[in-house]
């Protein structure tokens, strides 16, 4: 079954104004749906990454960290997805998130990462 792209828009569109809860929520209802596959476990990874950065805005750092490396992880493995998201920038700038939040410096929400399309 193909991934649905609108509601992968959607999700990414509530992810970059950071609406973690949401993005989280219609990516899972996208995740259920799917056999195993790249595009599923992009959505897994995304999934992650809405976790981690909502887990930032509630001060639990430690949740932050550890869904990070995993999604990290699983984001890692994803190659020729069907979908435009550019999977390498997105880990790229999550682990200078995390780095950021090791130096004990507040980041703003306007600093945290964003999706982006492939080019």
Request: aromatic share 8%.
């Amino acid at each position: 079954m193909p991934i649905d792209d609108r509601r992968l828009d959607e999700g990414v569109q509530y992810f970059n104004s950071g609406k973690y809860r949401e993005a989280h929520e219609v990516w899972e209802g996208l995740w259920l749906a799917l056999t195993p596959s790249p595009e599923k476990d992009l959505l897994k990874g995304l999934i992650m990454a809405a976790a981690a950065l909502h887990h930032y805005k509630r001060k639990e750092y430690a949740g932050t960290f550890k869904l990070v490396a995993r999604c990290s992880e699983i984001l890692q493995g994803v190659k020729r997805i069907s979908a435009n998201i550019d999977v390498e920038t997105l880990r790229g700038d999550l682990a200078l998130f995390v780095e950021e939040v090791k130096s004990s410096r507040e980041i703003s929400e306007e600093e945290f990462p964003r999706i982006k399309g492939r080019e």
